[in-house]
């Protein structure tokens, strides 16, 4: 039996969940062109006025995902501007985000699962170790926002299912 590295816990299962997100982004767009509705409705929704709409959604869900591997490495993660406004821009995003995170190799994150490094969140420094920020605060946040993503598509309608977060 093999055991979990640190790499397979964070640079496949972050290349799954992009990939996912694209999908339901994919059927979200099918759904508005087949019931002749503007994609700026999609793009623009939200689940509650204080929460972020599909596009920010998935611009902080790319973010976080991307930020991961080069934080656990002590690298500087790229910075992404947050410029779109369209289904494309967001696949671009998408593609993007998988292609960064596509660098990293299991001898890059091999052994860091100690490591200790600070992330500025707001105006507070928050400590971390490899392993508690991969499980810790990146996968939580990143399947957060994906699921608020299809939960946003889903409100408005897209016939998503269980199966269409998870599988691709």
């Known amino acids: 039996m093999s055991e979990m590295s640190l790499y397979s816990a964070v640079v496949p299962?972050?290349?799954?969940?992009?990939?996912?997100?694209a999908h339901i982004l994919r059927t979200g767009q099918a759904n508005a062109a087949e019931r002749k509705i503007d994609e700026a409705v999609f793009l623009n929704a939200r689940l509650a006025p204080d929460m972020a709409s599909l596009i920010g959604q998935v611009q902080?869900?790319?973010?976080?995902?991307?930020a991961c591997p080069y934080r656990i490495t002590g690298q500087t993660p790229p910075?992404?501007?947050?410029d779109q406004v369209t289904f494309d821009d967001l696949y671009a995003r998408i593609?993007?985000?998988r292609k960064d995170i596509a660098v990293f190799n299991p001898e890059d994150l091999a052994g860091l699962e100690t490591r200790e490094f600070e992330v500025k969140?707001?105006?507070?420094?928050?400590n971390f170790t490899g392993i508690?920020?991969?499980?810790?605060f990146t996968m939580p946040n990143v399947i957060f926002h994906c699921a608020t993503a299809y939960n946003?598509?889903?409100?408005?309608?897209?016939?998503l299912g269980k199966a269409d977060f998870f599988n691709v």
Do not use: C, F, Q
């Open 132 to 136: 508690s920020y991969a499980s810790g």
């Open 121 to 126: 969140m707001g105006p507070n420094m928050r």
């Open 79 to 82: 910075v992404y501007e947050d």
């Open 95 to 97: 593609e993007k985000t």
């Open 152 to 159: 946003i598509l889903r409100h408005n309608g897209v016939p």
């Open 60 to 66: 902080l869900a790319t973010a976080i995902a991307k």
């Open 13 to 21: 299962t972050l290349d799954h969940r992009m990939a996912n997100l």
